[in-house]
């Protein structure tokens, strides 16, 4: 737990729901001292308090303990990198994403959305991946026209697989080492299947 977690974690909730101390202090029993004590840090809440706090701001304990005022970059990061499990099987970055995704999503708000957009990302992608798929067996089995490609024209199929492929690659790394270094990610095109 952050050195100031509880202190900020109470002010903004408190703040939130247009409290002052005095009045959370009346709500919860606790006296204004106390409060003043737990928003300066000099103390965090336990047992009784936090149960307190947590019915008077409306929220749980659980969620006040699991609250974080800093996001996890290194956590960020891996979630970036495992969507280049796609290089494997397309369907693996997806997978990986969403184990990442779920286990945090819920604790921290960044996780969440870069979650959505990796995923939102990976499903075009792996669509469109798809969709050529079917073109080349289409054109390979039954033709336009009644002309089919023959075994001599792969390049049909390879050549934007391996396009695709490359640009899911680039992206995904670039967004990786943005994230470390706490820049700005961009995941797009994208068509937005988590909001």
Known sequence: ????????????????KGLSQEELAEQTGLSLRTIQRIE???????????????????????????????????YMGMVALGSCAFVVFPLLG???????????????????????????????WTLAVCINVLLFLYMAFVGINNVRLTSYQPFYFFIPVFFIYLFLL??????????????????VPAIKFFR
């Open 1 to 16: 737990m952050a050195e100031s977690y509880f202190s900020g974690k109470i002010k903004t909730l408190r703040m939130t």
């Open 40 to 74: 300066n840090n000099e103390t965090d809440p336990r047992g009784d308090s936090l149960k307190r706090l947590a019915q008077a701001l409306q929220t749980t304990p659980g969620e006040m303990i699991e609250w974080r005022v800093e996001e996890d970059r290194s």
């Open 94 to 124: 997806i997978l990986i994403t969403m184990i990442f995704w779920i286990l945090k999503k819920d604790k921290m708000q960044s996780v969440d959305r870069l979650g959505k957009a990796i995923l939102n990302f990976q499903i075009t």
């Open 170 to 187: 680039v992206v995904s790394l670039v967004n990786a080492l943005r994230i470390f270094k706490g820049l700005r990610y961009r995941y």
